[in-house]
């Protein structure tokens, strides 16, 4: 698949605050935050959006989901709740075509989504 901004920021090519890493995920805050919290994790293996995944990605997928609510739960986040959200393609408003799992936090989340 074609490199976008997130492998640039994987690749240490451009900075981005990186608040988690380990293998196979790495999570930074988002540019332009959309709650208190507002965290991307994405995986360093690139997969363009969820549509694109495969049954090899369940792995990747899993471990992606449970970083997040890993993270969620060491920052005191869990108790109140969170919203994680993956966009998919153009009417799910996806923009960057590297898989990503949004987590919001630090506010009360509305649904339905606009
Ligand atoms: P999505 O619309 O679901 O594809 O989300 C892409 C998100 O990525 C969007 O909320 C803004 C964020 N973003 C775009 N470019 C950058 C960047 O260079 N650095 C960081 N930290 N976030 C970015």
Redesign the pocket.
Known sequence: MADT?FGK?IRRD?P?DIVYEDEDVLA?????PQAPVHV?FVPKRAIASLDEAQPGDAELLGKLLLAAAAYAREQGLAKDGYRTVI?CNEHG????FHL?V?LLAGRRMHWPPG
């Open positions: 901004i920021i451009i981005a930074f805050r988002d540019l332009n991307l966009n408003g996806q923009t960057v990503h949004h």
